[in-house]
Nanobody
């Protein structure tokens, strides 16, 4: 069982930066791959959340969706049971609820993840 709690969201102007954190409970955090996804307002009924980034259990492998490559960086600190998403050069299109997720195997689609946080709102103004 893994419980996830996101923090760090907020309102930022276009071009600004935010760092999201996802704190995990449990002693087996280091054995889980972690992902960041986002859900756009008005699209909550969609079956899949939009993939943003993922990181392997060791941190040695990362993946990003094309729209955030070069702007976002996913990292993890297994000693702190925390995964981070550094977001730079933010755009209004990045506005969404950002959720972190965990599972034994790293995936690029939301159905691959069993454990989810509640999300944190990121709003980018133009």
């Amino acid at each position: 069982q893994v419980q996830l709690v996101e923090s760090g969201g907020g309102l930022v102007q276009a071009g600004g930066s935010l760092t999201l954190s996802c704190a995990a409970s449990g002693r087996t955090f280091s054995s889980y791959a972690m992902g960041w996804f986002r859900q756009v307002p008005g699209k909550e009924r969609e079956k899949e959340r939009e993939f943003v980034a993922a990181i392997s259990w060791s941190g040695g492998s990362t993946h990003y969706t094309d729209s955030v490559k070069g702007r976002f960086t996913i990292t993890r600190d297994n000693a702190k049971n925390t995964v981070y998403l550094q977001m730079n050069s933010l755009k209004p299109d990045d506005t969404a609820v950002y959720l972190c997720a965990a599972d034994r195997v790293m995936g690029l689609r939301s159905p691959a993840y069993h454990y989810w946080g509640q999300g944190t709102q990121v709003t980018v103004s133009s």
